[in-house]
């Protein structure tokens, strides 16, 4: 599990953790005895996808998708050709209303990963069909420390706080440098309680170019 090289400077000292150490023992351990998502090579699919230097956006996931063919690194998205799970869907419902967004024929996300969206999972892998069974073993540490990096840069960053994990996770975001957005999450179990209406995607686009940045294109094209 090789972390991304534009993340390294930031990152290289975690791997010398004794937590971090542990973790990847974990892992390995679980990948003889169970199966685990998502595969290793996409483990640090969100840093890959956005480099360190491009983050624009942060949406910050739970856990890695634990059914068969749906994880593959990046909160949130699924890979081609699988259903957007409900959450997801929530969130197209959302974007429709916000921004005119037509909902595609599929959930991958890359392409907002692409553009500087960095979808980052607190937890970045999972035993097959057991939800939350990689929490606490050292994962939480090392993507605090990905949140930190980031928190760190001199430009403006929008962070997407959708529901109480992820808004606990990003407590320490200097708001006064950064935007911070924060609605319930877009689960079916809370999305009418605030998410819906929210209008962070538009708020997103606001803030970035209101700091001479480029916008995100939501839109997702079909497959």
């Known amino acids: 599990m090789p972390i991304p090289e534009s993340w390294l400077p930031a990152l290289v000292a975690e791997t010398d953790q004794p937590y971090y150490q542990q973790l990847y023992r974990f892992v390995s351990e679980e990948r003889k005895k169970y199966r685990v998502y998502p595969p290793g ?19 910050i996931g739970q856990d890695p998708y634990h059914d068969e063919n749906q994880a593959h690194g990046l909160a949130f998205s699924v890979r081609p050709g699988v259903p957007a799970p409900p959450s997801l869907q929530n969130v197209y419902k959302e ?74 996770k990003a407590e320490g975001i200097d708001t006064s440098r950064h935007t911070v957005l924060k609605a319930p999450h877009p689960s079916p179990l809370s999305a009418s309680r605030g998410f ?28």
């Open 41 to 59: 090579p996409d483990v640090f699919n969100a840093l890959r996808y956005t480099p360190f230097e491009q983050v624009r956006v942060v949406i």
């Open 95 to 168: 974007l429709r209303n916000d921004v005119q967004f037509r909902v595609p024929n599929h959930g991958c996300l890359i392409p907002w990963a692409e553009q500087g969206v960095l979808l980052l999972n607190a937890v970045l892998t999972v035993r097959a069909h057991q939800a939350n069974s990689h929490q606490g073993k050292g994962w939480e540490n090392f993507t605090d420390a990905v949140l930190r990096a980031v928190n760190e840069v001199n430009r403006r960053v929008v962070f997407l706080l959708w529901g109480s994990y992820a808004q606990r």
């Open 196 to 223: 819906f209406g929210c209008a962070h995607f538009s708020q997103t686009n606001t803030a970035l170019q209101s700091a001479g940045l480029p916008p995100i294109n939501w839109q997702l094209a079909d497959l």
